[in-house]
């Protein structure tokens, strides 16, 4: 059994469990910084593709922004309360920490185990803590960068200036009210989308939803402008996708064709799982 999976050749005895965690952490990190395995023959988006996409993504923000943000939140304003209550529920599923801190326990959960007797009970462990890995580093990755971004843009949220005005902005100014652009909730939402998307394809509808709910309910709390909520959406799903590819050219849970085409490797079954339990309960 080799460090990874929690022993050290040679020593008779099995760390405890804090020294087990810090070295598969290690390892981790180990694994995900190492240079790819492969390198397709054609590349995810050529620059051309690229700047295409983006001149797409700017014109609707911007068409979001002079003739949709304005007119949709004063509509917002005039709904009654009991209407926007809802929405007011369902926003808080949007955070980011509903999915990061359930997965980061597991994680860490995962990487405390001592290591199992067989390479088939290594070979499944290391296959589920890789995809618990990828959804906390697909939906992490893209929030960061929105944090950073939408504070760093310093797009006021709507009503703060008193009056509805898609255009005020305060750059570098570093407040939550004028952090708008873009919308975090959204980022998040769709990043979720993505990430359980590519590992369990039958939950995309639900997923897609969920997202959609999210995104909907930043626009009627008066947390965002559509354009924030666009511009998010299209930052978690790049971001997840990103993350998907760098996974896949290290073959951690996909793999990438020649021609770039990804391809997910089948998880362990509940079959294997259960064969995994039996050998960490056994005495």
Known sequence: MSAANGLHPGHDLAPPPWRRCADNLAHALTILARPAKIHPNRPWATARQ?????????AVVLFSMIVIDAPVTRAVMRLPRWAVWPFDQISEFGKSGWFLWPLGLIFLA???LPAPLSRVSQAVLAAVM?????????????????????RLIGR?????PGHVDPFVFAPFVWRADYASFP????????????????????????????????ALSRIVV???????????AVVGTVGAL???????LRRLGFSAGPDGTLHQYPGPSRKRMKAVARELLAP
């Open 242 to 248: 990103l993350v998907r590819y760098y996974f896949a």
């Open 183 to 214: 919308s975090g909730h959204a980022t998040t939402a769709f990043a979720v989308l993505v990430a359980f998307g590519s590992l369990w394809p039958r939950a995309r509808t639900i997923a897609l939803l969920y997202a959609v709910a999210v």
């Open 50 to 58: 690229v700047a295409i996409a983006s001149a797409i993504v700017l």
């Open 156 to 160: 006021a949220r709507p009503l703060v």
């Open 222 to 232: 008066l947390g965002h402008f559509p354009s924030d909520v666009i511009a998010g």
């Open 110 to 112: 995962l990487a405390a």
């Open 130 to 150: 890789v995809r618990v890995g990828f959804l906390f580093t697909a939906i992490a990755l893209p929030g960061l960068f929105d944090s950073i971004i939408k």
